[in-house]
């Protein structure tokens, strides 16, 4: 489409009639939009908190098994005496 045929293609549906809005519309949207606004910040504070939570774990953990430590022999290594 060149650049007029997309200009006339807007003017045509501007020239129309507007469809009828209802008088609530904007009272829902903003109903509807703290709804959403609220959810989402509860979703992040979860989040959040598991996240902490998680993160403890592996320290309790991490100090407990101590990982970067290498693990005890199974055997004792062989006697070469005197």
Do not use: Q
């Not at 997309?6 to 009272?27: F, G, I, M, N, S």
């Not at 979860?46 to 998680?54: D, E, K, N, Q, T």
């Not at 309790?60 to 070469?80: D, G, N």
């Amino acid at each position: 489409m060149r650049y007029g045929d997309k200009e006339a293609a807007v003017r045509r549906l501007l020239d129309t009639p507007h469809p009828p809005v209802p008088r609530d519309l904007a009272a829902r949207a903003a109903a509807r939009g703290g709804r959403v606004r609220r959810r989402e910040r509860v979703v992040r504070r979860i989040g959040g908190v598991l996240a902490g939570l998680a993160a403890l774990g592996f320290t309790v953990w991490a100090a407990e098994v101590r990982p970067w430590e290498r693990p005890p022999a199974a055997t004792t290594p062989p006697f070469a005496g005197p």
